[in-house]
Each structure stands twice: as C-alpha cells, then as structure tokens.
C-alpha cells in the first residue's frame, strides 16, 4: 500500500468519495460508491468514470497509465469507509472477471498489509451458490468481501 | 490476552490522505449511481452463502 495516492472528496454520509485522475488522458474524475445491499451489514463498492453528461461508467478502461495509484486510492476508501462504519462488510467486484482478477492481484501483492487490517475473503462457486471462503491468492474469485479487524489482543 | 474493542484507523491517520468533505457531492444521497453494478451485485447476493 506504499503507493502514491490521490487526495479525496467525501460526501457528508461519507458513503461517496471522488478523485481526479491525472495523467497522458488528460483528468479523469473517478466517483466511488458505497452502497447496501440485501443482505444486513454487507456494502456493495462500485467505482467508474464519471462522464460529461454526470453519469458514471464503470466497464471504462481509461488508460491514463496510474492504475496502481487509482488502486491505492480506492483501497484508502475502503479504509476511511469502514472506519467510520467498521461493522459493515465491503463487497468488491471488477465489472469483469478480468478487472476482477486484477483486484486479486492487488490483494495477493498487499496481502500481508492488508490481512493485519482486515479479514479477506473470496467468493467461489458451489452448488449453484456463492460461498463465501478465506482468500487465497491464486484463484479466481467471483468477487472479494473484506471486513475490518476491530478486536485487539493485548497482553 | 485480553480483547478489545478498537476503532480501526482511518485513511487520513494510516496514510496521511488529503480527505476534504464536498458538501456538492451530497445532490447524489440516496441516488445508485451504478444501477448495473447493483443488478449484478443483486444476483451474487441472492446466492451467497455465508459458513
């Protein structure tokens, strides 16, 4: 996570954060959503472009050559989100299994910074459901659910 | 060992990001502003899981 990051805006329900990419394609405005699913306690991350018409798409591979450093940033709201509401657990999946194999490989890269913060799992298929099983990082997930670490252990 | 309850630090705290509250980006509460995300999201939710 030692990476270079973009500063943020967050709405006031800090459940919305935006950054401005910048880089050869010129700014890229880049909107971050939280929001809840049906299932208590579970928040879905969608991430995308917003487009001139204010509308937002998340299928948009932008090529402005700082991925790493869009990554990170998305990772920092992960991190400011689920301080302020640590019970929730994060739902992350790319708009396509490539992109959701390049989340992999963020997590698998970051693994041991972001294990002492936060219990990752993936999400694999079984029986015609989705089971939800610790992250390991050669396999293709379905998507990724991370949940903050809230209990220490002092001596 | 005794446990405790700890507020998990923040991104401004971990990693020292410049994080600014926009009051604008308020006209978007309660607004999806990724509806096919949601619809897929809706379908692997319906399916999950959890051990």
Redesign the interface.
């Known amino acids: ?1 030692n990476y270079p ?1 973009y ?7 800090e459940d ?3 950054f401005v990419s910048s880089g050869p394609k010129g700014t890229i405005e880049k ?1 971050i ?1 939280f ?1 809840e ?3 208590p306690l ?1 928040y ?1 991350l ?1 991430f ?1 472009d917003k487009k001139e018409d204010g ?2 798409d ?1 299928g948009i591979i932008s090529g402005n050559e700082d991925m790493e450093k869009v990554l990170a ?1 998305v990772a ?2 992960v ?2 989100y ?3 509401f ?1 019970d929730r657990q994060i ?1 992350i ?1 790319g ?1 396509t299994p490539s992109r959701t194999r390049l989340y992999r490989m963020a997590i698998s890269k970051n693994y041991d910074e972001l294990n002492n ?1 936060f219990h990752i799992f993936g ?1 694999v298929r079984k029986d ?5 099983v610790p992250f390991e990082g050669n396999f293709d997930y ?2 990724f659910i991370v949940e ?8 | 060992m005794k446990k405790s309850v700890t507020r998990p630090v923040g991104a401004k705290e971990k990693f020292g990001v410049n994080i600014t509250v926009n009051k604008d980006l308020d006209r978007y509460a309660g607004k999806d502003l990724f509806p096919r995300k949601t619809e897929e999201i809706k379908k692997i939710v319906a399916k999950l899981t959890f051990r």
């Open positions: 996570m990051k500063d943020l805006e967050v709405s006031t329900s919305l954060f935006e909107t959503q929001r699913t049906e299932r579970l879905n969608a995308g509308s937002i998340d940033t920092t709201t991190y400011e689920t301080s302020t640590p739902l999946s708009s913060d999400l015609g459901h989705f089971e939800k379905i998507a903050r670490k809230t209990l220490k252990l002092e001596p």
